[in-house]
């Protein structure tokens, strides 16, 4: 037991380390990573399709449409006087921010074309130098409206990109609207992305922003969005993502810290908001649904004025685009075509509202890992192969629909691709160690049991070693012995090569016959077979089986008798046969070293001593009323006597077993019962002690049925009675000798 223990605590620790290994291994990580950015797209997209659309009202978008461009000309023309009328019209609406998801890194000058144009019609009209009309229409723009904008409604953030692919990197100052915080004031900093050559809005209009801010949402290796990045780092300094300035300014955000967890927002009036985060500082995108969550309105109709300024009151608006032509549409988990300006207003929403996704804590997560590996182990070991391949997958799903529920209630991401890591290297680790061990356990069974069982029982017990349960145990069997007569004469006067020929095709039949009634060979002793029928696996008609197989084991005996009879020898050769049924201690009665499989107990003995009671009896085949009591009228017999064997002082009824209906014809039938019933008559006689009508009923029956040896046997034992009677005669005959 100590051994079988070790055995399991090794394969576990021999398991945890390998697997712990293998996930420092590249292509396990990128597998892991794949399957959780799989189960979040999924996780999303489920609850999504199941949950009520609603628009959101307090992020509003100002939507650069196709209906924009149709209505107020190509994008590119537009002059930035529009944005500063937007600005103004929104801002004097009550708007609590203004956010600008576009760049703004260039003059708004007229083209060569557009200059020439306007030079040569001024000139035509009003007659002034061609020269000072070009250089005063070249000098006109649009930028200093939208400035002015910018700076009377002192709520507008403008954003700023990272020009990274560019080669020409130089350090630039950063303005002083711009958040910076030097890094060396954090004791703890994810590994977030680095800023490499910003490009910040052309400096009118920079000035007079009331923020700046990077907008950059980096999509994951696989080209979809599913993380927000609140802070980057640019040189020695931590800059802030354009949207997550407006929630440091909405929330009055005071100071900011990190721990591997959590981005930690801190307000002047003390309270606080936790952003969960990753170890490269983004944060879960927490959608709401497809694109166009929250309420959009077109940008044309800001600038015609068709929106009552008063809606814009206490909103944080975005500006931004979801015409196709403008090419800022991303893929996130449940859209293929989501507007980039919306990924800020989720963010913004999730972070004013506290809907963030939480990562479950490393601990728990552990804790949960360690619960899913024993269940997995459990399961995987308690059921054969097939429930164990068929657990697999609803362990899977179990861990799923739980996860599931976390997400949907809770907003806790679990990391599902250890989940689905550690339930499929476990579900291996058992499979192999089974197959191993089942193997090896296969081939025990079939060493020990091989030559001692049919091959049904065998391919069972080779499916279900589980059902062979080793060591003794209490079964209700049938026994079954056998003995040739005379045996030792036999043996003593036939050459060895003739009685190798005979015993060889001799045990081959009868032991076939056992096998083909879902019998066990436990043994040959000698010439002597021993049998059990009911194990090792349960056999609901036992007894009927191992009857069978003798009635067929008599007709075999005479078979084989008659092909050896030139040998004189093997003439008239007689198998005697014991059959009792009971309650017996079955199973390992052997040693670690030598497995055997056997019965015993008072009825394993009874068979044996019912064996050798035929010698006495002139029976060929005995069998005991427990037997009896358990056979059809299928089956032929008669009562022969009540027997106490030696060194037992309660009798048991014995019955001789003669055929098998089936095998008699009618008249043969009709005529064994009424001999069988005159028998009876007698035996009864015999039983009360009238010994002198027993023998003279016995006298008569012999006249007519003058070849019966079991009456011959019992008129002897009669006469012998009448002459001595036997002390307090209760109708029980005990047996002096085995």
Same mark, same amino acid.
């Given at each position: 037991?100590?051994?079988?223990?070790?055995?399991?605590?090794?394969?576990?620790?021999?398991?945890?380390?390998?697997?712990?290994?293998?996930?420092?291994?590249?292509?396990?990580?990128?597998?892991?990573?794949?399957?959780?950015?799989?189960?979040?797209?999924?996780?999303?997209?489920?609850?999504?399709?199941?949950?009520?659309?609603?628009?959101?009202?307090?992020?509003?978008?100002?939507?650069?449409?196709?209906?924009?461009?149709?209505?107020?000309?190509?994008?590119?023309?537009?002059?930035?006087?529009?944005?500063?009328?937007?600005?103004?019209?929104?801002?004097?609406?009550?708007?609590?921010?203004?956010?600008?998801?576009?760049?703004?890194?260039?003059?708004?000058?007229?083209?060569?074309?557009?200059?020439?144009?306007?030079?040569?019609?001024?000139?035509?009209?009003?007659?002034?130098?061609?020269?000072?009309?070009?250089?005063?229409?070249?000098?006109?723009?649009?930028?200093?409206?939208?400035?002015?904008?910018?700076?009377?409604?002192?709520?507008?953030?403008?954003?700023?990109?990272?020009?990274?692919?560019?080669?020409?990197?130089?350090?630039?100052?950063?303005?002083?609207?711009?958040?910076?915080?030097?890094?060396?004031?954090?004791?703890?900093?994810?590994?977030?992305?680095?800023?490499?050559?910003?490009?910040? @809005?052309? +400096?009118?209009?920079? #000035? =007079?922003?009331?923020?700046? $801010?990077?907008?950059? /949402?980096?999509?994951? &290796?696989?080209? !979809?969005?599913?993380?927000?990045?609140?802070?980057?780092?640019?040189?020695?300094?931590?800059?802030?993502?354009?949207?997550?300035?407006?929630?440091?300014?909405?929330?009055?955000?005071?100071?900011?810290?990190?721990?591997?967890?959590?981005?930690?927002?801190?307000?002047?009036?003390?309270?606080?908001?936790?952003?969960?985060?990753?170890?490269?500082?983004?944060?879960?995108?927490?959608?709401?649904?497809?694109?166009?969550?929250?309420?959009?309105?077109?940008?044309?109709?800001?600038?015609?004025?068709?929106? @009552?300024? +008063?809606?814009?009151? #206490? =909103?944080?608006?975005?500006? $931004?685009?979801?015409? /196709?032509?403008?090419? &800022?549409?991303? !893929?996130?988990?449940?859209?293929?075509?989501?507007?980039?300006?919306?990924?800020?207003?989720?963010?913004?929403?999730?972070?004013?509202?506290?809907?963030?996704?939480?990562?479950?804590?490393?601990?728990?997560?552990?804790?949960?890992?360690?619960?899913?590996?024993?269940?997995?182990?459990?399961?995987?070991?308690?059921?054969?192969?097939?429930?164990?391949?068929?657990?697999?997958?609803?362990?899977?799903?179990?861990?799923?629909?739980?996860?599931?529920?976390?997400?949907?209630?809770?907003?806790?991401?679990?990391?599902?691709?250890?989940?689905?890591?550690?339930?499929?290297?476990?579900?291996?680790?058992?499979?192999?160690?089974?197959?191993?061990?089942?193997?090896?356990?296969?081939?025990?069974?079939?060493?020990?049991?091989?030559?001692?069982?049919?091959?049904?029982?065998?391919?069972?017990?080779?499916?279900?070693?589980?059902?062979?349960?080793?060591?003794?145990?209490?079964?209700?069997?049938?026994?079954?012995?056998?003995?040739?007569?005379?045996?030792?004469?036999?043996?003593?006067?036939?050459?060895?090569?003739?009685?190798?020929?005979?015993?060889?095709?001799?045990?081959?039949?009868?032991?076939?016959?056992?096998?083909?009634?879902?019998?066990?060979?436990?043994?040959?002793?000698?010439?002597?077979?021993?049998?059990?029928?009911?194990?090792?696996?349960?056999?609901?008609?036992?007894?009927?089986?191992?009857?069978?197989?003798?009635?067929?084991?008599?007709?075999?005996?005479?078979?084989?008798?008659?092909?050896?009879?030139?040998?004189?020898?093997?003439?008239?050769?007689?198998?005697?046969?014991?059959?009792?049924?009971?309650?017996?201690?079955?199973?390992?009665?052997?040693?670690?070293?030598?497995?055997?499989?056997?019965?015993?107990?008072?009825?394993?003995?009874?068979?044996?001593?019912?064996?050798?009671?035929?010698?006495?009896?002139?029976?060929?085949?005995?069998?005991?009323?427990?037997?009896?009591?358990?056979?059809?009228?299928?089956?032929?017999?008669?009562?022969?006597?009540?027997?106490?064997?030696?060194?037992?002082?309660?009798?048991?009824?014995?019955?001789?077993?003669?055929?098998?209906?089936?095998?008699?014809?009618?008249?043969?039938?009709?005529?064994?019962?009424?001999?069988?019933?005159?028998?009876?008559?007698?035996?009864?006689?015999?039983?009360?002690?009238?010994?002198?009508?027993?023998?003279?009923?016995?006298?008569?029956?012999?006249?007519?049925?003058?070849?019966?040896?079991?009456?011959?046997?019992?008129?002897?034992?009669?006469?012998?009675?009448?002459?001595?009677?036997?002390?307090?005669?209760?109708?029980?005959?005990?047996?002096?000798?085995?």
């Amino acid at each position: 037991m100590k051994g079988k223990y070790f055995l399991v605590y090794g394969l576990i620790i021999t398991y945890a380390v390998v697997s712990i290994l293998f996930l420092q291994l590249a292509p396990v990580n990128g597998s892991i990573n794949k399957i959780n950015k799989f189960i979040y797209d999924l996780k999303f997209n489920i609850s999504i399709a199941g949950r009520e659309k609603k628009k959101i009202n307090d992020v509003v978008i100002i939507d650069l449409d196709e209906k924009s461009i149709q209505k107020l000309g190509r994008y590119s023309s537009w002059p930035i006087a529009f944005y500063g009328e937007i600005v103004n019209y929104i801002s004097e609406g009550g708007a609590k921010a203004i956010a600008f998801d576009m760049f703004f890194t260039e003059a708004d000058s007229l083209s060569s074309d557009i200059v020439s144009y306007y030079t040569n019609d001024v000139s035509k009209k009003l007659n002034l130098d061609k020269e000072d009309i070009y250089s005063v229409i070249k000098s006109l723009n649009t930028e200093k409206i939208f400035a002015d904008a910018l700076q009377n409604s002192n709520i507008t953030t403008l954003g700023a990109f990272d020009n990274y692919f560019r080669d020409d990197l130089k350090q630039i100052e950063l303005p002083q609207n711009m958040l910076q915080i030097p890094i060396e004031n954090f004791s703890y900093l994810p590994k977030m992305k680095q800023i490499t050559n910003p490009n910040l @809005p052309i +400096k009118t209009l920079s #000035d =007079k922003a009331h923020r700046i $801010g990077f907008a950059h /949402i980096s999509p994951d &290796d696989d080209g !979809t969005t599913r993380h927000y990045e609140p802070m980057f780092i640019y040189d020695s300094l931590l800059v802030a993502n354009f949207s997550f300035q407006l929630v440091l300014d909405a929330l009055e955000i005071d100071s900011i810290s990190f721990t591997q967890s959590y981005c930690k927002l801190y307000s002047k009036n003390g309270e606080k908001i936790d952003i969960p985060i990753d170890e490269e500082g983004r944060t879960y995108l927490n959608f709401y649904s497809g694109k166009k969550a929250f309420r959009y309105i077109s940008f044309s109709d800001i600038i015609q004025k068709r929106i @009552p300024q +008063k809606y814009f009151k #206490d =909103k944080i608006v975005f500006v $931004g685009s979801s015409a /196709i032509g403008l090419h &800022d549409l991303k !893929t996130i988990p449940i859209d293929l075509n989501y507007p980039g300006v919306e990924l800020h207003a989720t963010f913004v929403n999730n972070a004013l509202n506290n809907e963030f996704i939480h990562l479950v804590d490393k601990k728990l997560q552990i804790i949960l890992l360690i619960i899913l590996i024993v269940i997995s182990f459990y399961l995987f070991s308690r059921f054969n192969i097939t429930w164990t391949v068929i657990s697999f997958p609803l362990v899977l799903l179990g861990a799923f629909l739980f996860d599931y529920f976390l997400f949907t209630t809770h907003s806790l991401l679990i990391n599902f691709g250890l989940v689905i890591y550690f339930s499929t290297t476990s579900f291996i680790a058992i499979v192999l160690y089974r197959y191993k061990t089942e193997l090896q356990e296969k081939m025990k069974v079939k060493k020990t049991f091989g030559h001692y069982l049919p091959s049904s029982i065998m391919n069972e017990m080779l499916n279900n070693p589980e059902k062979l349960r080793l060591g003794g145990e209490y079964k209700n069997v049938t026994a079954l012995f056998t003995d040739i007569k005379g045996f030792t004469s036999i043996s003593e006067n036939v050459e060895p090569s003739e009685l190798t020929k005979f015993l060889k095709e001799y045990m081959t039949e009868l032991t076939s016959s056992v096998f083909n009634n879902e019998g066990m060979l436990d043994k040959y002793i000698g010439d002597a077979i021993v049998a059990l029928f009911g194990v090792p696996l349960g056999l609901e008609n036992h007894a009927q089986k191992a009857c069978i197989a003798a009635i067929e084991m008599r007709k075999l005996s005479h078979k084989i008798s008659a092909k050896f009879s030139n040998i004189e020898q093997f003439k008239d050769l007689v198998t005697r046969i014991g059959i009792n049924t009971g309650d017996m201690i079955t199973g390992n009665m052997g040693s670690e070293q030598l497995f055997d499989y056997t019965g015993i107990g008072d009825n394993m003995n009874l068979a044996a001593r019912l064996e050798a009671l035929n010698k006495y009896y002139n029976s060929e085949i005995l069998i005991s009323e427990a037997t009896k009591n358990e056979l059809s009228d299928e089956f032929i017999y008669r009562e022969i006597d009540n027997v106490a064997v030696k060194g037992k002082e309660k009798g048991v009824r014995i019955f001789e077993l003669v055929d098998l209906v089936s095998n008699l014809e009618e008249n043969e039938f009709a005529n064994i019962k009424i001999q069988f019933n005159q028998f009876s008559i007698i035996l009864q006689n015999y039983y009360s002690g009238n010994w002198k009508l027993a023998n003279e009923n016995l006298g008569n029956y012999l006249e007519i049925y003058s070849s019966d040896l079991v009456a011959i046997s019992l008129k002897q034992k009669i006469e012998s009675f009448n002459l001595i009677p036997p002390e307090n005669w209760s109708g029980v005959f005990k047996m002096e000798s085995k």
